[in-house]
């Protein structure tokens, strides 16, 4: 049937020119690091454990990987956190930075130094992912993310956009592990990804 043909050659076409365009199935366009730090912030007041793991601050690390203008966007993200916690959380007051992800030795000397409670993974980082989640879940150490697709493997919460609307994920299992104890009315209005 030529038809058919026609329509599967154009249906390849069509791809092709999609992928030569830019184009990716399933990426989602990015929040703005002003929304993200605080819906996140948000969602991290609903945390019933944040005062005891927290102690006497909120305090976040922007874990990125060394690149090509990652250091920027990092201090940028540090930057919106510190802008949206300046009346800070649940009466702690909100610090925020940028930190490069080197090695897991690295990472433990700067939870210490710093007294970090708190990462939000850059998107750098997802070749490394599984390691920064061991270091999460052994510290419990809440972790955050800037795309759905982190949350499904292995953050405990992320912003998403769905028809440019910015949304809140949350990994179940991953923030349970974390010692994430979450009021069940922000579960409602999360994506829960279990």
């Known amino acids: 049937m030529p038809c058919a043909g026609v ?10 020119l999609l992928f030569a365009a830019g184009v990716s199935f399933g990426d989602e366009p990015p929040t703005p690091v002003d929304r993200q730090a605080a819906i996140l ?21 922007v874990l990125y990987q060394e690149g090509e203008g990652t250091a920027l966007e990092a201090a940028e993200l540090a930057e919106a ?22 090695s897991i030795e690295a990472l433990l000397k700067q939870i ?14 997802t070749t490394a992912l ?8 052994s510290r419990r150490i809440i972790s955050l993310g800037a795309t759905r697709r982190m949350v499904e493997q292995g953050l405990a919460l992320g912003i998403y956009s769905s028809h440019g609307v910015p ?5 179940a299992r991953a ?4 010692g994430l ?7 409602l209005v999360a994506t829960v990804i279990e």
């Open 41 to 61: 912030l948000k969602a991290l007041a609903y945390d019933r454990n944040l005062e005891t793991r927290s102690g006497e601050r909120v305090s976040i690390a």
């Open 130 to 137: 599984s390691s920064v989640e061991q270091v999460t879940r």
């Open 181 to 187: 104890d979450l009021d069940p009315a922000i579960i």
């Open 81 to 102: 956190f510190k802008i949206a916690g300046k009346d800070g959380i649940k009466g702690l007051p909100v610090t925020a930075q940028a930190l490069a992800f080197t």
């Open 7 to 16: 329509i599967r050659e154009g249906k390849i076409v069509l791809v092709a």
């Open 112 to 125: 210490d130094t710093y007294t970090l409670n708190v990462f939000y993974i850059h998107t750098s980082l």
């Open 167 to 171: 949304r809140l994920a949350l990994n």
């Open 175 to 178: 923030g349970m592990v974390e």
